[in-house]
């Protein structure tokens, strides 16, 4: 067992593989992971065993009956683990609750307090107490037998047993133990390990919309006119696949036909306050101008006619950051990294057996590529000292640090809204995307859920026109609006403008990620692993340290229950109380959020502006819950790297004895009055 | 390469594995091979490649583009398998179509006349035409380009390039290419090579319907008698898990309070015209009596608390049959082996990484523990001289001989049907049972699928009354029938008749399946490979050479269109004619069979009988359909082992201009009148 920093355990079983997440990513354990508490290894190394079978390994884990387990990074099909068996392997097509997902990551969370990663690309098998092992005669003997009633045998019951993880092709691994003083900070411990979490630029909080997949640049440019006169808070403007001469495979180059001023146009959009991503995969088409050196450093199968760069190979990430540092300096903000993940249908994706010429298969590709092209591309704005933000549809251990959010195709809003809880247990971040909608109801819902995760994505892609002006595909494609499209765009304004009002509390939130390691969005498991009323609670997010959110999930009714975790809790909007250790019942009208504040808090609240800039000034007042509070507010300049260098500008503010103190001028807020939400 | 038989042919690449299908199961092939011409291999076995993986191995095996690939056993979800990726995997809870299912088999066959068995008992994956290997730069620059249109990269393409098969653990594997003159002649070697096809016991064409759970001897007599008072034919009682002192896992062992007297209640039910079929799984209870026994010739894993036999170690297997023998003894004619495939979810079946005594592991085993677990339960049967003809819930590759069929838990019924198609196409018997239904109609429609397959059963294990009674769950349980159960009866007996009368005629087809290797139910593409218009149609089927029956898919609306392949077909009730090559519409009402049969056909059709017994003699008709026609009768005694020894006596009989001729007085049929269907 090798101390690898506080709290954190190596322990190797067999002989490793040459490739895993530890070994290619190389993650730079972030600094302030040196304060923590340096708490034993909760495992007993002899516990840990090696069982050898032909082809593969399988490592035993202890765990106890009492503990459930979490993780596994973005599942969206299940919350809790314990008792399941999960393979993790990075797919595009998850049917079932399998494990295979867009981030799939081998690691676990207990409720006792530890994390376990298990560091291998490996599609590795996780049963997770649901494996009974032969004892003796005696042993067998004394179990307690399964009843012999009808359908007793699968009724779920309690986990057993240890954790089992069969790793293929492998002849032994590394297990890291993260021994927290609580689940919280296991996890937190472990993003720190993987480098801290993401840090955004300011305007990654905003609002990112994806524009139609045929647009060009004279309708992008009158798109975000409309937006500026609807007032719709915009950020991010992102445009689809038609940017390229060719894609599928890519060629990252600018249609000119579409697109003869890419720069100009950036530049314009700039000037409205819009930011610009574009969309790319990393099959490279023939007619690339980087192909020819990608040719040498790519894959022996190729997807969409396009090759696989190999990005652990330096020519091929150079050359691929490079072709994008020309694309970066034409303003562009950020990419969104589609179909790094793979798929089980429509014959696409690079087989398994696939060979890379930097050493690693297309099972450990398949596992590493999401994250190995987002570390590629983040070289154009390291060299610019800028932060970037954007989306990707592969990640997988070790995510933490990468300013990448993961989206599906998929569609599910149930399982939308639990990949915003698994996600965030597992250092990888999630947006349940919002693409058209069957009805403005259904529109309301997904805004409201997709604002309180950490990208809020409206991806139009498939048509012309917003959807709140015309939700259904053909009649947006023919120009047709709702009769109610003012009110509905009114209604959506409202959604994405708290969303803004809140940016300065997400970004001290983020910050805590980045520093602390903890997930600005997470499940109430997180911090309340003892309560045994929140164990299958996914539709539930702790917002930072002090507002809890509660979805309603589309097509599900407009009825939901809300279970409050210990303390008091107040309606965020109207200052109800709300006892904790109870459930509570509620039917929100459409346009109602269930949005609740801890007792004792003071929520920054931002006059919402439009989009974020480098000299944006917020206007703050204060949401007092209770009889006091504090927050804080991070100062920086919004958008470079500099905060890696120097710690940003953080100002403390504190109400208590009625009165407000803390509130120090600097560039970035302007304070005004505390607002008390709640009954003297 | 090796000359197995007569268009047989074995090449072996790198080293293969100790435990294969060929291997484990060791097939006896059937001696009728001898007699078939012989092919040459179609296969280059220059172009049969191994690609060696860290832990794995991949095998290169020639695809033409204009060929299209089908088989892999059981399929529920597809049925044309060129362009896919299929991963063949037992397992009980097929979510997507990822090529697992209770009898996935490692065995294509290929519209151009062959098929190939590639001997592993891994999860091996087959990528079928749906990878494309990097080529030298010019060879790329050459390739058309997927087109950059939106969507276009996801529309379903030809398949192209060649099939690779990643099989996990293996340093090489042997593989069988069946050259045949025709994609049904390859199949038919394929099921020869496999030991030949089953040959049913005559009541094993009859009806099998299984009682409640909770049923115990005084119910199941009085079921019988309404049975037999309702005059609804079943040959077949079916007694669920509650026959057992325990079960989940099993003793093996009957319940005494529920069944005092089995040998008595089972020469009770024989007299009234039953046999009796028992549920179990292989799981042991430590209560069992044979537990001792298995225990030290058991895996090293327990599934619900119960120890998995290894069924290669001649003890356990011997332990197992002998047990079974004293039950056979007690008047038992078969058994329902379930739970031998493994699920993914519930926490239940033995984990890949097991260990068994005789040398597999947990992988190999799940492919190999339905078939093993078949073949032990021939010798109790085998002992008596007397055939067998039960249910299995796992299957794999070299099924043809056993005399078990699959089925599932789940229930969709467009999977159900297309199973049918699937499974003849891989030497495995597929039956859509029938359960619970929502309506009449869904009864009916499901009960017209059920009887024109290999095994029509209906599976009321969760109601004490038949379903034609209260097919609604809970109305049925508390003993409130139909207000037209009698109409519903009679609809239901009308369905059950038509498969009683058509026992001679599948009885022929079943012996051809024996000798020839032909299925008896199969896909109009085993007939037809060159008729493109069919290469998707998995909803039609031949039943022996000259009947063709197109289920209505419940769910799916009363309307349906057929498309006849060449020749003139007729309908089987009405003789309206339709010409081949073309597709027609139809609307049937309910009660309404679309059955067809091809021109110059004699069908011999028997006043059904309520059951088949030893002395039974068929009351038959003859339908002619055309001109002319032959058909076959086999007139052995019906239910022992003697025609392995012995050929039937085999009748055969022409209509030819305008008589009857070979009606040769015997034991098993009296001969009636020739009906012309069609106008003259």
Known sequence: MEKIANGIYKITVGTPEEFTPVKVMKPVPAPTLGALDDNPCPLDEQNIRLIRGTGYVTVEIPLGDDEDIY????????????????????????????????????????????????????????????VKRKGSRQEMENYPSVPSEFGAHYIHKAHSGNVFVKIPSAEGADIYVFAGSSLKDALARYNLFSGGGAFPPLWGLGILYRGWWHTDSGHVISMAREFRSDRIPCDVFGLEPGWQTHAYSCTF??????????????????????????????????????????????????????????????????????????????????????ECDGGDFSGWGFPEFTSFPGGMDGEQMRSELGLLYQKTMLAPFEKRGLRTWGQARASHALAAPYPYVLYSDLYDHSDFVRGVATSALGGVMWSPEVRQ???????????????????????????????????????????????????????????????????????????????????????????????????????????????????????????????????????????????????????????????????????????????CDADTVFDISFRLYGKRGSCRLIADDGETLDYIKEKPEMIKICFDDEKLSGCVPNRRYAFGQVIQITER
Not at 272 to 293: D, K, V
Not at 309 to 334: L, N, R, V, W
Not at 565 to 583: L, R
């Open 71 to 130: 993780g596994f990074g973005l599942q969206l099909k299940s919350f809790r683990q314990s008792g399941k068996k999960k393979i993790i392997r990075v797919n595009s097509d998850p049917a079932a609750d399998l494990g295979d997902s867009h981030g799939p990551v081998p690691f676990y969370l207990s409720t006792a307090g530890y994390g376990v990663l298990v560091d291998t690309s490996r599609f590795a098998t996780f049963y997770c107490g649901c």
């Open 253 to 338: 180059d600018w249609d000119r036909e579409k697109y003869p001023d890419p720069a100009g146009m950036c530049r314009e959009m700039k000037n409205m306050g819009f930011r610009m991503n574009l969309w790319e995969h990393c099959y490279t088409n023939p007619a690339s101008p980087i192909y020819e050196e990608l040719y040498p450093v790519s894959g022996d199968s190729y997807v969409w006619d396009g090759v696989i760069p190999d990005f652990t190979i330096k020519e091929a990430a150079d050359a691929f950051a490079g072709h994008h540092d020309g694309i970066a300096g034409q303003g562009i903000s950020g990419f969104k990294l589609d």
């Open 437 to 611: 909608t069957g009805s403005s109801e259904e529109l309301i819902r997904r805004l409201q859920a997709v604002v309180f995760s950490p990208l809020a994505v409206i991806n139009a892609y498939m048509i012309p026109s917003p959807p709140w002006k015309q939700f259904e595909h053909d009649r947006n494609l023919a120009g047709e609006f709702l009769p109610d499209a003012d009110e509905l765009t009114a209604a959506c304004r409202e959604i994405f403008e708290l969303r803004m009002s809140l940016i300065p509390y997400l970004y001290d939130a983020f910050y805590t990620y980045h520093t602390d390691g903890v997930p600005p969005i997470r499940p109430l498991v997180t911090d309340f692993p003892d309560d045994l009323s929140v164990r299958d609670v996914w539709d539930e997010f702790l917002i930072g340290d002090s507002i809890l959110f509660a979805p309603v999930i589309w097509g599900k009714g407009n009825h939901r229950s809300v279970y409050f975790p210990e303390g008091v809790w107040y309606g965020f909007f109207d200052g109800i109380k709300y006892c904790g250790g109870k459930k509570y019942e509620f039917d929100p009208a459409t346009n109602e959020i269930l949005l609740f504040t801890k007792e004792d808090s003071l929520i920054p609240f931002a006059a919402p502006v439009l989009n």
